[in-house]
């Protein structure tokens, strides 16, 4: 079984993670450092949508992408590991060229929760 998730709060933001830009691709992106790790902003989601961010962030975790949600009370965040083997090559950055099944980070209205395993908060 791959590890799940990371899970972090916004309020660390300044004292354990710190965001910055960064240009890839022509475009400017947002990155997030927490300790040793480098993220880039895949995905942003609904606060009604929490179950799709962490079904995509598993779906990732388990195709070996290292994955963190960060919530901030008004949305969830997903990021990937800069440092990922697929994350920046080929253009991947955006989430409609990445190799990860979309329909899980379209809204639905679904009750159905995707996994029985419960996040931790760092």
């Not at 475009?27 to 179950?51: A, E, I, K, M, Y």
């Amino acid at each position: 079984m791959k590890d799940l998730p990371l899970l972090w709060s916004e309020r660390l933001i300044g004292s354990q993670l710190f965001p910055f830009k960064f240009w890839f691709n022509g475009q400017v992106r947002d990155g997030l450092r927490c300790q040793n790790n480098l993220f880039h902003l895949h995905h942003t989601f609904s606060l009604s949508q929490r179950d799709k961010a962490y079904e995509l962030a598993c779906e990732l975790q388990c195709k070996g992408i290292k994955a963190a949600i960060t919530c901030s009370g008004k949305e969830y965040r997903l990021w990937t590991d800069l440092q990922s083997s697929t994350s920046l090559t080929s253009d991947r950055l955006d989430s409609e060229s990445s190799p990860i099944n979309h329909s899980v980070a379209q809204p639905t209205h679904s009750n159905q929760h995707p996994s029985q395993l419960t996040p931790q908060f760092i």
